[in-house]
């Protein structure tokens, strides 16, 4: 997905954002909003929006003085979401199709999210999840690419968002490598979050290489590469991920919330769909190059 004049608005929420958790005063953030401007002018339009926004946190966090202004958030979302795990457990254990709802759950868990959003609602989110079908829903296709699938790659995307993870992995009933990011790059989960929410007990742990809020795989370690190309299935979580990997020919299944409509146009196109069935909030699970649902 290429950058659109339409993520601008959003750019500048998160410079906003980010530059007032960081602990910067107003002078300061004031700073960092206008020194940002020759950026947003000057995006990439080739690029993804997850590849731009590398330089504006980059920005954000030299002049900050902050490398992780994040850090706090991420402590707490991992915190919050592990207070939930016998609740989330349970639901799953307890429900008809305990695969299919600890799908659901994982893609609840996308709601935490600090760059595309700076406010959720979390039991939302999950009741939500729950009890609508998705806008885009090829679960059935993911099951049974799963019964055929011996190498498993398992791309993570935020803090928190990590133990809905978990409850997924421990369901997938085969080996995962579980790929976070290498630096600090928003609420994004690195390898220390994965120990944290215990994915390490579970599987086996890798990182990108890269501190993007996406998998730009041209970008990304020879090392994650060659697992990303060894892969029989790519199960890719959050927005940032499908935005750097949606034209990307690979094993892939797309399991996200909608948090914009750019977003919501692209997914909707790569599934063959007319615009208007999907928007945003609306939770998506979409085999890669498959039409219609």
Same mark, same amino acid.
């Given at each position: 997905?290429? *950058?659109?004049?339409?993520?601008?608005? !959003?750019?500048?929420?998160?410079?906003?954002?980010?530059?007032?958790?960081?602990?910067?005063?107003?002078?300061?953030? $004031?700073?960092?909003?206008?020194?940002?401007?020759? /950026?947003?002018?000057?995006? #990439?339009?080739? /690029?993804?929006?997850?590849?731009?926004?590398?330089?504006?946190?980059?920005?954000?966090?030299?002049?900050?003085?902050?490398?992780?202004?994040?850090?706090?958030?991420?402590?707490?979302?991992?915190?919050?979401?592990?207070?939930?795990?016998?609740? /989330?457990?349970?639901?799953?254990?307890?429900?008809?199709?305990?695969?299919?709802?600890?799908?659901?759950?994982?893609?609840?868990?996308?709601?935490?999210?600090?760059?595309?959003?700076?406010?959720?609602?979390?039991? $939302?989110?999950?009741?939500?999840?729950? #009890?609508?079908?998705?806008?885009?829903?090829?679960?059935?296709?993911?099951?049974?690419?799963?019964?055929?699938?011996?190498?498993?790659?398992?791309?993570? #995307?935020?803090?928190?968002?990590?133990?809905?993870?978990?409850?997924?992995?421990?369901?997938?009933?085969?080996?995962?490598?579980?790929?976070?990011?290498?630096?600090?790059?928003?609420?994004?989960? /690195?390898?220390?979050?994965?120990?944290? !929410?215990?994915?390490?007990?579970? !599987?086996?742990?890798?990182?990108?290489?890269?501190?993007?809020?996406? *998998?730009?795989?041209?970008? !990304?370690?020879?090392?994650?590469?060659?697992?990303?190309?060894?892969?029989?299935?790519?199960?890719?979580?959050?927005?940032?991920?499908?935005?750097?990997?949606?034209?990307?020919?690979?094993?892939?299944?797309?399991?996200?919330?909608?948090?914009?409509?750019?977003?919501?146009?692209?997914?909707?196109?790569?599934?063959?769909?007319?615009?208007?069935?999907?928007?945003?909030?609306?939770?998506?699970?979409?085999?890669?190059?498959?039409?219609?649902?």
């Amino acid at each position: 997905m290429r *950058t659109s004049p339409d993520c601008k608005p !959003c750019f500048r929420r998160q410079v906003r954002h980010a530059a007032e958790i960081s602990g910067a005063g107003p002078r300061l953030v $004031a700073e960092i909003l206008r020194a940002a401007e020759p /950026l947003l002018a000057t995006l #990439d339009s080739r /690029l993804s929006p997850p590849e731009n926004a590398i330089s504006i946190y980059e920005l954000i966090a030299g002049m900050s003085g902050v490398a992780d202004p994040f850090a706090g958030c991420k402590r707490e979302s991992n915190s919050a979401a592990l207070k939930l795990l016998p609740r /989330l457990t349970r639901l799953v254990s307890e429900s008809d199709d305990p695969l299919r709802t600890a799908a659901r759950l994982s893609i609840a868990g996308n709601v935490i999210d600090y760059g595309a959003q700076q406010n959720f609602d979390l039991e $939302a989110a999950i009741a939500d999840c729950l #009890d609508r079908t998705p806008a885009i829903d090829h679960f059935e296709s993911l099951r049974e690419r799963l019964a055929r699938a011996g190498r498993i790659l398992y791309l993570a #995307d935020n803090c928190g968002e990590l133990v809905f993870d978990r409850i997924f992995i421990e369901r997938l009933g085969k080996p995962v490598t579980l790929a976070v990011k290498r630096f600090p790059i928003i609420n994004d989960a /690195l390898r220390e979050d994965g120990v944290a !929410c215990g994915l390490d007990r579970i !599987c086996r742990l890798i990182d990108n290489g890269t501190g993007c809020p996406g *998998t730009p795989l041209a970008s !990304c370690s020879p090392e994650f590469q060659a697992e990303f190309r060894a892969a029989d299935l790519i199960i890719s979580k959050g927005q940032g991920n499908f935005e750097t990997l949606s034209e990307i020919a690979a094993p892939l299944f797309f399991l996200f919330l909608v948090k914009c409509p750019a977003v919501a146009r692209h997914a909707a196109d790569r599934a063959g769909l007319p615009p208007a069935d999907v928007g945003r909030g609306d939770p998506v699970i979409l085999e890669a190059g498959r039409s219609p649902n």
